[in-house]
């Protein structure tokens, strides 16, 4: 997607591996693709709805779904969420097999 | 966890001997592996589902000098897998579809070859905590890949290892006080995945020893007599059916 300017990174903020590490690496690259990425946190599954209603909003172009132990365990309604308001995602290996559009890992 | 051998510490938590989680190749989990290993001499065992090969990345310093690394479903392709893939070489462009697995160096003390069958009579057997930090539901998928690896071992659930969970359900603050639980109930290892399960305590429960033991330890280490050899293993060969039983590893020294 050539065209894309502005992506979200779907994490859990409880999860210090994610909005550490993960996040830092993921904002220099957005950068270096003069990209603006945005934090999409979520604590529990009841916030998902919420956060897609929000990125739908700020014309996000496409989502990465962090590693983390609560969005793993509720993958299939990510997937679903990202599915119906079609935007492009990409997540681990489950994500893609719960129906997400792309995966990527072991 | 299959030390047949009792470190002979006084401090309870002491018998948890072994403390394991996946994504070793991370930063936050890397710490704790060097922390656990420099402070306490605790037997650690490393699981990964990332996608880094251990032997090339920083963490291989870490699968280096684990004493114990204990890789249940080697050949699962989920958790917890250490089916590595390969970094593409320097200068390359790399495989896009990354699929080659890598061998895994693993380095273990002799005695943790235990024979599953010779506590399986009694009915019990090494106990392993699994301290989970979302659901069990969530994570059904992944927790019947970390059965299926143990059977390939030898070891079969409530016959002759006992599994004992504790699910967060995505609340990771109370991942510290089920830890201390599991390491009161005196699990033989104890099992997470993720960064939140694998995180040291704070400074405040530095205060309390008996929730985090590693940390406080400081006489085990001596007690542990010094372990100098390796073990090379390749998924392929050790984790065959015909070897599935695996008491073929060759040791070398180091």
Known sequence: MPQMTRIAAFMNPSNPGGVGGELQAMETAAKSLKMELKQVLVRGPNEFESAFEQMQQESVAAVAISDDGMLIANIIAIAALAT????????NKEFAQAGGLMGYGV | MLIQERAQARNVDSKTRSVG?????????????????????????????SGFDPTETCAA????????????????????????????????????HPTARTHIHTWRRSSCVAAPSARAAAGKGPRIGFLGAASASGYARQLEGFRLGLRDLGYVEGTNIVIEYRWAQGKY??????????????????????????????????????SWPWWEIRSLRASLPAWRGRVEISPDRAFSPRNSRRREYSFSSS
């Open chain 1, 84 to 91: 119906k308001r079609r935007l492009v995602s990409i997540g």
């Open chain 2, 173 to 210: 603050e109370h991942l510290r006080e089920l830890a201390a639980e599991l390491i009161r109930s005196n699990v033989d290892v104890i099992v997470t995945h993720g960064t939140p399960g694998a995180l040291p305590p704070s400074k405040r429960t530095r205060r309390f020893p008996s």
């Open chain 2, 61 to 96: 310093q870490d699968f280096r000098s684990a004493k114990v690394l204990f890789v249940p479903s080697l050949k699962r392709d989920i958790f917890p897998s250490i089916a590595c893939t390969r970094p593409p070489a320097r200068g390359s462009h790399g495989n896009p």
């Open chain 2, 21 to 49: 989680f996946d994504n070793c190749a991370f930063g936050a989990q890397q710490r704790v592996l060097q922390h656990i290993r420099g402070r306490t001499g605790k037997h650690v065992l490393g699981l990964s589902l």
